[in-house]
């Protein structure tokens, strides 16, 4: 599966709808949670549906609605204004049950997904339940809000623990790999780092918050030069062996799950497999 890139943009600043939209992000999510201020909750809702109804359906298609928690004051009002309206896909804010999925998905069209982003010790705990819900398109990990919700200092170990738990629900529930948080840096080196160590726990795929991330994400996702030619060398060592079982590569034992790896980092980079 190819990675995912999501972009969130405000949802009282419709200025930027079709700048995010364009810029390169495989998805957008109209944030209706944290980058909104309580006062501006109304008019966001109000910028979002018209600007929804001119889109085609091709673009609608890649848009998300960031809704409110479950706990919070306004998210009656984000399930009630949702009935209706040409979505997709809607991502649930700090979700911690099963039942808040039901929820959401109950006032979305047929068809239509949710997206559980997982932030507290509570969601941590029930994800694979929440794995489980129908409807549930794939799981994403808040790393920011889970810091502040068990009070730690830092990324590290305790982080890593609940990046992992929900990377291995997804997994056992077969949903695709799930969405990485966002880097708060611009910098781009930050920004691969983050990359690169949500890769190393199963993420495959991430939120950015400014459209310059977008690009090096991208870049970020694909296989580097060294990486690609080892690929070509088990591929094309493997194709000459006639399916042996197990050959040698650069010195190493090379079997079929290693093979398998080396098919997808093609993939990835998308080139062709037969070489």
Do not use: C, E, I
């Given at each position: 599966m190819s990675p995912i890139i999501y972009l969130f943009v405000p949802g009282n600043r419709p200025e930027r709808f079709a700048k995010a939209l364009a810029s390169g992000a495989d998805r957008v999510i109209l944030d209706l949670e944290d980058a909104v201020a309580p006062d501006d909750k109304v008019a966001a809702?109000?910028?979002?549906?018209?600007?929804?109804?001119?889109?085609?359906?091709p673009d609608r298609d890649r848009l998300l609605v960031r809704v409110n928690d479950a706990?919070?004051?306004w998210h009656t009002d984000d399930l009630h204004w949702l009935r209706g309206l040409p979505l997709r896909e809607v991502m649930l804010s700090k979700c911690e049950s099963p039942e808040q999925v039901d929820q959401v998905a109950g006032h979305l069209s047929v068809g239509a997904s949710v997206l559980p982003l997982i932030e507290t010790v509570r969601g941590v705990l029930a994800a694979a339940a929440i794995a489980r819900a129908?409807?549930?398109?794939?799981?994403?990990?808040?790393?920011?809000?889970?810091?502040?919700?068990?009070?730690?200092?830092g990324p590290g170990f305790a982080l890593d623990a609940a990046a992992l738990a929900i990377a291995m629900a997804s997994r056992a529930e077969s949903l695709p790999p799930p969405v990485a948080g966002v880097t708060p840096e611009l910098d781009a080196d930050a920004v691969q780092r983050d990359l690169a160590h949500?890769?190393?726990?199963?993420?495959?795929?991430k939120m950015c918050i400014h459209p310059m991330q977008v690009a090096v994400v991208r870049k970020a996702f694909k296989p580097d030069a060294q990486t690609l030619a080892w690929a070509r060398r088990v591929v094309a060592q493997w194709q000459q062996s006639n399916g042996a079982g197990a050959i040698?590569?650069?010195?190493?034992?090379v079997d079929k799950p290693v093979l398998l790896r080396a098919e997808r980092m093609l993939a990835l980079a998308g080139q062709s497999q037969s070489l």
């Open positions: 809702r109000t910028h979002m549906a018209g600007w929804l109804n001119t889109l085609t359906p706990a919070s004051p129908s409807n549930v398109s794939r799981l994403a990990f808040g790393s920011l809000d889970y810091l502040l919700d068990l009070d730690l200092p949500a890769r190393a726990l199963g993420y495959g795929a040698q590569v650069d010195g190493k034992m």
